[in-house]
């Protein structure tokens, strides 16, 4: 291993690992050294640019913390969570369609009863959530693990507001008996990717925008099932033909109604407009 050349470093790294004794770690490696090293050739990559693009990464880690996952944002962006979520979720047609899980999910959100306000007092028109959950073969999935999460009406998870105490826009709820639940939530909009930090400058210097259409985020899990990790996103939106990380599938498109001021479907009386959602999620069998 001694005059490496551009031709030979590639077989010289994998001859390197040839000892590795996980089959898959060694697969992986070896992929994403071939990959890498292509990639540079192909480019003709720069030492200067080389340098430019480690201070990027090492800024994109600089940048995570508890509440910020800015190489999920990086990943999300340039495609990677999307296409790792198709390699790995397109078995049954009938089953709902997975997508990204993005960086503002919290483990362990108040846990909700049916009918119960998951805002926690964000700010948005009020929205009436009326779900099911089943499997392929239409049976119901009682007692399921729904996690919901959303921004409120000015774009924001709880998480970008430091000036909270408590949650907001999340929960986790049970589905009853027969697979319903119902609850109630803010009407989701568009809004931007955090853009501050080094994903926010990649974005502008290739003149991307870094808008998500609306969209409430959803985890079922229920014993048996494959858990689905998703999202239902709005009509109509002006980002769902070009969403900053690739996440909508037509599939994934619900029927939000928007309704004058009246009676809800829990039967209080709003004296502002409010809309109501309607979904089935269908889980694949595990
Ligand atoms: C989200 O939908 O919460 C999200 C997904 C990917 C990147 C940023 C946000
Ligand atoms: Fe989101």
């Not at 001859?15 to 540079?40: Q, T, W, Y």
């Not at 028109?125 to 693990?145: S, W």
């Not at 939000?256 to 004296?271: F, I, K, L, M």
Request: aromatic fraction near 8%.
């Amino acid at each position: 291993m001694r005059n490496i050349n551009e031709d030979t470093i590639t077989t010289a790294v994998l001859e390197s690992i040839a000892g590795c004794d996980n089959p898959r770690l060694k697969e992986v490696m070896s992929a994403l050294v071939r990959h890498l090293h292509d990639f540079a050739r192909e480019v003709k990559l720069t030492e200067a640019e080389w340098m430019e693009g480690i201070q990027f990464l090492t800024a994109t880690g600089q940048k995570c913390d508890e509440k910020r996952q800015e190489f999920i944002l990086l990943s999300d962006t340039l495609g990677l969570s999307m296409l790792t979520v198709a390699l790995n979720h397109s078995k049954s047609p009938q089953a709902t369609e997975a997508t990204v899980f993005g960086p503002f999910h919290v483990h362990g959100a108040p846990q909700l009863e049916q009918g119960d306000d998951m805002s926690g007092g964000a700010v948005g028109e009020p929205l009436f959530v009326q779900a099911t959950v089943r499997g392929i073969g239409g049976e119901a999935v009682p007692h399921a693990d729904v996690d919901v999460w959303e921004a409120d009406a000015d774009g924001f998870y709880d998480v970008q507001r430091p000036e909270l105490t408590g949650p907001q826009g999340r929960a986790v709820f049970k589905t009853d008996g027969e697979g319903r639940l119902n609850f109630k939530a803010v009407l989701p909009v568009a809004y931007p990717i955090p853009t501050d930090g080094p994903v926010g400058r990649m974005l502008a210097a290739v003149k991307r925008h870094p808008w998500r259409p609306a969209h409430v985020h959803f985890i079922v899990k229920a014993p048996g099932y494959e858990t689905l990790i998703t999202h239902v996103f709005v009509d109509g939106d002006t980002y769902l033909d070009s969403d900053a990380v690739f996440g909508v599938r037509n599939s994934l498109i619900g029927n939000y109604v928007r309704h004058a001021p009246g009676t809800a479907p829990d039967g209080s009386v709003q004296a502002t407009a409010f809309h109501t959602l309607d979904f089935g999620f269908v889980l694949e069998p595990a």
